[in-house]
Nanobody, 123 residues
C-alpha cells in the first residue's frame, strides 16, 4: 500500500506566494499520476492541477498562469510540489493531494488521498 505525506501551505496576504508538496512511497514498481484538489468552506472539492507520470501537466482555468506543479520521481518515492503565486482571497482552501495508482500486473488501480493542508489568503 502506498503511503502519502503532505506538507506546506500556511497563511499569506493576497498577492503573495506559497507552496504545497506531497510525497508518495511507491508500492512495488507502480506508477502514479498525481494531482492537487482543494475544498473551500461550504464548497465542493475542485480540481486544481495534475501531473502525469510522464510529466504532462493540466491546470484549472482559475489557477492557470499562477500555479506551477512539478515532480521529482525516484525509485521508491514520487515527490510533487505546487508553487502558488499571486494568491487571491478565493484561493483559500484545504489543498488535498491525490495519487492515482495506475493498474498493471503488480499494481491494482487505486486512488490515494492525503489529509490536506490549509492555505489561507488574507487581504
Amino acid at each position: 500500500q502506498a503511503q502519502m505525506v503532505e506538507s506546506g501551505g500556511g497563511s499569506v496576504q493576497a498577492g503573495g506566494s506559497l507552496s504545497v508538496s506531497c510525497s508518495v512511497s511507491r508500492y512495488r514498481n507502480c506508477r502514479y499520476d498525481m494531482s492537487w484538489h482543494r475544498q473551500a468552506p461550504g464548497k465542493a472539492r475542485e480540481f486544481v492541477s495534475s501531473i502525469a507520470d510522464e510529466g504532462a501537466t493540466t491546470y484549472a482555468d482559475s489557477v492557470k498562469g499562477r500555479f506551477a506543479i512539478s515532480q521529482n520521481n525516484a525509485e521508491n518515492t514520487v515527490f510533487i510540489e505546487m508553487k502558488m503565486y499571486n494568491l487571491k482571497l478565493e484561493d483559500t482552501a484545504i489543498y488535498i493531494c491525490k495519487a492515482y495508482q495506475r493498474p498493471s500486473f503488480w499494481c491494482p488501480s487505486a486512488n490515494i488521498w492525503g489529509q490536506g493542508t490549509q492555505v489561507t489568503v488574507s487581504s
